[in-house]
């Protein structure tokens, strides 16, 4: 059964850091291009950023580019997304999902990790 699993979220002031853990199970991460996506409040899906199988280079959203990096580890299966520089508009609740973010609301994803950025 294909399972991932978010973790690292929570509160942070502007400015601040968190890093996202997304733990798979069921299938081997490397084999597939990976994702990150996002959900503000009262708002849809929105694409964050994308490794890919194989070489691994990465893709990022314009407005976390320089902010955020994700990175993968073969060995614990499991995807990461690094966030520096943490604003407020950050806000929401942040998915690990396989594939390529072609169609945001059909992809496979965890059950998501709240982040809130406030002061």
């Known amino acids: 059964e294909v399972q991932l699993v978010e973790s690292g979220g929570g509160w942070v002031q502007p400015g601040g850091s968190l890093r996202l853990s997304c733990a798979a199970s069921?299938?081997?991460?490397?084999?597939?291009?990976m994702s990150w996506v996002r959900q503000a409040p009262g708002k849809g899906l929105e694409w964050v950023s994308t490794?890919?199988?194989?070489?691994?280079?990465?893709t990022y959203a314009d407005f976390v580019k320089g902010r955020f990096t994700i990175s993968r580890d073969n060995a614990k299966n499991t995807l990461y997304l690094q966030m520096r520089s943490l604003r407020p508009e950050d806000t929401a609740v942040y998915y690990c999902?396989?594939?390529?973010?072609?169609?945001?609301?059909?992809?496979?994803r965890g059950q998501g990790t709240q982040v809130t950025v406030s002061s």
């Open positions: 999902a396989i594939g390529l973010p072609i169609s945001l609301a059909t992809m496979t």
């Open positions: 069921g299938f081997t991460l490397s084999t597939y291009s």
């Open positions: 490794i890919n199988n194989g070489a691994g280079s990465t």
